[in-house]
């Protein structure tokens, strides 16, 4: 009987030990996993990301033998530059933990890359895919830039040498511009906002500005991701002021390039391409000039060939010559007309004519007719007129003044006036 007792873990007999809390057993869990995994790269597929208003973002990392749920935080997520993507193979760095409240152990990401690409290349790639199906690379969204602009943006570093040249060529090409300066940081998280802020600055405050260029000089892609930021490729898309990107050496491309209404494979070469050569305008107008000339006096020789040809011609001198042949031909047209309209009046007389002596007949017969049912109508209406009832010898009564007919013996009182109607005339009467 004991043993049985000590098999179902009986302790009745003992001291028994002290008993842990669920929190207590999970907080203990929690922390022998973070003192055992620290930190540590794991290899995964990501799958089912979420990402929420708070900024942090969960997802699933997998293998095809086992799966961990995974926390990427919103201050750690803003050091990944790429998005998230279900089936995106990545590394991520991070520690093992638990979730107290529901017992679940999850791998918190502190840092994340794409196990293939770089991840800037991956996000350049996202955000690429993601604009171009917006539309926002079409080129019948392109807007075309002034041929002689006379207010012109530069949205780049005060500091930089992308400004320097800028300034150099425009001023070397075409003096007298008006250059306006918006001074941005062109490198580091905070310039991104920064120079979608100035285009946007600029279309609001300086709306007659001709053309904005945009750019810095040469770098790595990492010196250069500002212009790869969504924030500022927006800002370049709803820009109402044509945009010239120029970011970089030739052989640079940023998201910034496929936005912009232009793209300068430099700042000095942006420059070149917005300003015309303020010579080579001069030469090109001299040589117009120089061409417009003769075009000009040959022009005015032939108008004198034709004046004078005209001036020779036999109608300009009499002009009368013009209408000579149009005179006889009308006087032609009259002769035939006047017989025709004779002809046709003499054919519709006579078929009218025609037509009388068919329509004769018919209308006396149909007269008569007419004279037949009308007598036969009168001789009916006389023989119910009351003038023929006063010839048999019959009397109509009338009050006197109202010319109402008396129907009866109460139709009349004492003392009325009345008429009494004969056939060969009237007898005034009063009732007593």
């Given at each position: 009987?004991?043993?049985?007792?000590?098999?179902?873990?009986?302790?009745?007999?003992a001291a028994a030990p002290p008993a842990l809390s669920v929190a207590e057993l999970s907080r203990r869990i929690h922390d022998t996993l973070e003192s055992v995994f620290p930190g540590q790269w794991v290899e995964g597929e990501i799958s089912d990301p979420r990402t929420f208003p708070s900024g942090h973002a969960y997802f699933t990392l997998k293998d095809p033998e086992a799966q961990i749920s995974a926390v990427l935080?919103?201050?750690?997520?803003?050091?990944?530059?790429?998005?998230?993507?279900?089936?995106?193979?990545?590394?991520?760095?991070?520690?093992?933990?638990?979730?107290?409240?529901?017992?679940?152990?999850?791998?918190?990401?502190?840092?994340?890359?794409?196990k293939r690409a770089g991840a800037l290349q991956l996000a350049f790639e996202q955000l690429k895919r993601k604009l171009e199906a917006e539309g926002l690379f079409d080129k019948g969204r392109k807007r075309p830039l002034p041929a002689f602009p006379e207010r012109i943006g530069l949205v780049t570093s005060r500091q930089g040498a992308a400004l320097r040249d800028m300034l150099s060529v425009l001023e070397r090409r075409f003096d007298?511009?008006?250059?306006?300066?918006?001074?941005?940081?062109?490198?580091?998280?905070?310039?991104?906002?920064?120079?979608?802020?100035?285009?946007?600055?600029?279309?609001?405050?300086?709306?007659?500005?001709?053309?904005?260029?945009?750019?810095?000089?040469?770098g790595s892609l990492e010196d250069l991701w500002a212009f790869n930021e969504e924030a500022v490729a927006r800002a370049i898309a709803g820009s109402k002021i044509p945009v010239v990107s120029c970011v970089g050496h030739e052989t640079d491309f940023t998201i910034a390039d496929f936005v912009a209404d232009l793209r300068a494979p430099t700042p000095s070469a942006a420059a070149e391409l917005v300003v015309s050569d303020r010579?080579?305008?001069?030469?090109?107008?001299?040589?117009?000039?120089?061409?417009?000339?003769?075009?000009?006096?040959?022009?005015?020789?032939?108008?004198?060939?034709?004046?004078?040809?005209?001036?020779?011609?036999?109608?300009?001198?009499?002009?009368?010559?013009?209408?000579?042949?149009?005179?006889?031909?009308?006087?032609?047209?009259?002769?035939?007309?006047?017989?025709?309209f004779s002809r046709l009046f003499d054919r519709a007389?006579?078929?009218?004519?025609?037509?009388?002596?068919?329509i004769a007949p018919t209308m006396r017969i149909a007269l008569e007719r007419a004279q037949t049912r009308l007598g036969r109508r009168m001789e009916t209406l006389d023989a119910l007129s009351p003038l023929r009832v006063l010839e048999r010898g019959y009397a109509i009564a009338f009050k006197r003044g109202t010319k109402k007919l008396l129907r009866s013996k109460a139709d009349a009182e004492t003392f009325d006036e009345l008429t009494?109607?004969?056939q060969d005339g009237e007898i005034p009467v009063r009732v007593e």
């Open positions: 009987m004991s043993g049985l007792l000590e098999e179902d873990g009986d302790i009745s007999g935080f919103k201050g750690a997520a803003s050091g990944v530059r790429f998005k998230l993507e279900h089936g995106l193979e990545v590394l991520a760095y991070g520690r093992v933990s638990s979730y107290v409240k529901r017992g679940q152990y999850q791998f918190i990401v502190s840092q994340m890359k794409p007298g511009l008006h250059i306006r300066i918006f001074p941005v940081p062109v490198q580091g998280d905070a310039a991104a906002p920064a120079i979608a802020e100035a285009i946007a600055d600029a279309n609001a405050y300086f709306p007659d500005t001709d053309v904005l260029l945009v750019g810095r000089g040469g010579a080579a305008v001069l030469d090109r107008l001299v040589a117009l000039a120089g061409r417009l000339a003769p075009a000009l006096s040959a022009a005015v020789e032939r108008l004198e060939e034709r004046l004078s040809g005209l001036l020779r011609s036999p109608y300009l001198r009499d002009p009368f010559r013009l209408f000579e042949a149009k005179a006889q031909r009308i006087d032609e047209l009259t002769g035939r007309i006047a017989p025709a007389g006579e078929r009218l004519a025609r037509a009388g002596s068919r009494i109607k004969l």
